[in-house]
Nanobody, 126 residues
Framework: QVQLVESGGGLVQAGGSLRLSCAAS????????MGWFRQAPGKEREFVGA???????YYADSVKGRFTISRDNTKNTVYLQMNTLKPEDTAVYYC????????????????????WGQGTQVTVSS
């Protein structure tokens, strides 16, 4: 079993920055792929980005160039640095873990992840 806890959400003006954290516990973490998803009101949960155990990353087109995912395996924590935030980024942000150690196209889908955090709200005002 893996437990994930997101933190760092809040209210920020458009153009601002925010860093989210996801702390993992319960079992080994370093070999897992960690993903970030977000869900806006009335919309489906969508893929934001992912980081593999080798620290390789990839991102959804909507956030590429603005968001950066990193991980610190010594702290069992993954981060989502969000810059140049836009109102359309407003959503509940979730971290998730996949047992797959490598990045694949499937990791863009919800079904690839077995564990989810409770989410943290990010609100971007115009």
């Amino acid at each position: 079993q893996v437990q994930l806890v997101e933190s760092g959400g809040g209210l920020v003006q458009a153009g601002g920055s925010l860093r989210l954290s996801c702390a993992a516990s319960g079992r080994t973490f370093s070999t897992y792929t960690m993903g970030w998803f977000r869900q806006a009101p009335g919309k489906e949960r969508e893929f934001v980005g992912a980081v593999s155990w080798t620290h390789s990353t990839y991102y959804a087109d909507s956030v590429k160039g603005r968001f950066t995912i990193s991980r610190d395996n010594t702290k069992n924590t993954v981060y989502l640095q969000m810059n140049t935030l836009k109102p359309e980024d407003t959503a509940v942000y979730y971290c998730a873990v996949s047992r797959s150690p490598y990045l694949t196209r499937e990791l863009e889908t919800l079904s690839a992840y077995g564990y989810w955090g409770q989410g943290t709200q990010v609100t971007v005002s115009s």
